[in-house]
């Protein structure tokens, strides 16, 4: 096939059904941005939202009011040395009455004389380098008949709950995009047949004319994969603006909120562009070579 | 050059189109298909290029039996045998000299190729100064003429023409003819299916009458009955 042929007649087709070629970009357009931000929000978000909360996991050892140094040693030298544990911060009289004022001062403030330093118990704040709460679940439990151990405080039914909660949303996701880009190849699939439908006499003639069946279809594919491309560019350039408007409202006005932690590396945003991109190339080309068929039938 | 051995051909609704049909047409012959609506005429013409298969019997066309050629090749068939409808099946987004290209340009002919072609077989049918005007800016006969250079341009070996001057008057009918006589004479091998009395009276070629899908006469040098 003639190059200068093939770039005239997917010009010219693409000028002539002009109306349809932009209701195919559109279309491709929206799907693929509703695909890009729920793959960068839905799904990398998602992922560091937990990442980031999964790494706040931890579990506090309350020692006994009466517990010697050599007790509270022992714990800490335990805790220091296990490869389990991440970080380890000793909550000491200070530090803890500290923290009890500034807890009662703003709930309880009558609370704050009734008790003084040295009688609230020390405790040592521990993040686990694995978060999985079935690990530090266990890894807790393990310091309850230590020694010196008055308490082990772990908030296992939370940390349940909530990654109990991020399998179901990823998963919930993982349909919706699985639906969102299922009805996206239906949508662009019928945009192409209507564009190849109406010059439906055009690849009637060039049947009888002895035209292949390639040399009557390339042109269609080229002119799917061509809006394939131009509709996941807007989509990408769009989804690359929400993403920058979404960081820079973390980075200020929702700085402080649950959603500041819904973010996404540079790579991770390169993927899900190379991906929006390839499939708007592989919808683009299998639709149009799926409409032709119907007409190409020997 | 065309040969139907024992043909029938039977559509999906059970409708016998064409049956126990066998004739041999020569190369350069010119060939009337006269008949009543639904005697089987349009489906004669679409067995030769392929459009339909024979349910049963061979279908001859330039040595080949084209009801067992793989699809693959049926473009390459198709290439040898012009097509001329009735109702012309024009580009109408394409000028007259386009729409004509295009015929060359489906099958992969070099540009240098459609450029000397298209202007030459133009010329032949008689419509080198309408070359830039849209199918909607000409006549009737001016739009069969162009279906006739398009299905012509390729010089093939057969022009197969389905009620070509259906759709014209008198007079037009009468250039049309003129041109495919024309054509004919170039060695090319005509076939047409038409209900117009008057031009098969006239130019007294072959004629082949259907009547329920069965030859009922083949008569050279006929008239229409």
Do not use: C
């Amino acid at each position: 096939m003639r190059l200068d042929y093939l770039a005239r007649e997917t010009g010219q087709n693409l000028i002539r059904n002009w109306l349809l070629s932009i209701a195919t970009v559109l279309i491709v357009t929206v799907s693929l941005t509703m695909f890009g931000i729920t793959v960068l929000l839905g799904f990398y978000g998602l992922d560091n939202a937990f990442i980031r909360w999964n790494n706040d996991v931890s579990f506090i050892v309350y020692m006994n009011a009466d517990a010697s140094q050599d007790q509270i040693d022992a714990i800490a030298k335990d805790l220091d040395k296990s490869p389990q544990v991440d970080t380890v911060e000793y909550y000491d009289d200070d530090k803890t009455y500290e923290l009890y004022q500034r807890i009662f001062q703003q709930e309880k403030p009558e609370m704050i004389g009734a008790l003084n330093k040295g009688e609230l118990p020390t405790s040592f704040r521990v993040k686990p380098s694995n978060p999985d709460a079935a690990v530090v679940k266990e890894l807790a439990n393990s310091y309850r008949p230590k020694t010196g151990v008055y308490d082990v405080d772990f908030p296992d039914e939370q940390v349940r709950q909530v990654q109990g909660a991020a399998k179901k949303i990823r998963l919930w996701l993982l349909m919706g995009v699985i639906a969102l880009l299922a009805a996206s190849v239906v949508l662009i699939f019928i945009a192409i047949q209507t564009a190849v439908f109406s010059r439906r006499r055009e690849i009637e003639v060039m049947r009888l004319v002895g035209a292949t069946n390639w040399f009557i279809r390339i042109p269609f594919i080229v002119e799917g994969v061509i809006q394939g491309i131009v509709g996941a560019g807007i989509a990408i350039t769009f989804t690359g603006l929400l993403g920058l408007g979404w960081k820079s409202a973390g980075s200020g006005s929702f700085k402080d909120s649950l959603l500041s932690r819904f973010v996404w590396t540079g790579s991770q945003q390169t993927t899900a562009f190379i991906v929006m991109l390839a499939i708007g190339v592989i919808v683009g080309a299998v639709g149009s070579f799926i409409s032709t068929l119907w007409y190409l039938r020997d | 050059m065309i040969k139907l051995e024992n043909v029938k051909k039977v559509y999906k609704n059970d409708h016998v189109a064409l049956r126990n049909a066998s004739v041999s047409i020569d190369k350069g012959e010119f060939v009337f298909l006269v008949g009543p609506s639904g005697s089987g005429k349009s489906t004669f013409i679409r067995l030769l290029n392929r459009e339909e298969l024979p349910t049963e019997g061979k279908v001859w066309v330039a040595g080949k039996d084209i009801s067992s050629i793989p699809n693959w090749r049926v473009p390459l068939l198709r290439r040898n045998i012009g097509y001329i409808f009735q109702d012309f099946k024009l580009l109408p987004n394409k000028t007259v000299e386009e729409n004509v290209a295009f015929a060359l340009e489906a099958i992969g002919r070099p540009r240098q190729s459609v450029k000397t072609q298209v202007p030459a077989i133009l010329e032949l049918v008689g419509l080198a100064h309408k070359a830039k005007n849209r199918p909607d800016e000409l006549s009737g006969g001016e739009q069969q003429r162009v279906s006739i250079a398009r299905a012509f341009v390729n010089r093939p070996l057969i022009l197969l023409a389905d009620e070509p001057t259906g759709n014209l008057d008198p007079n037009t009918t009468i250039g049309i003819m003129k041109l495919l006589d024309r054509i004919n004479r170039t060695g090319t091998t005509v076939v047409m299916a038409t209900h117009d009395r008057g031009i098969v009276d006239v130019m007294r070629r072959r004629v082949i009458e259907l009547e329920g899908g069965q030859i009922v006469r083949d008569q050279a040098r006929g008239v229409y009955e």
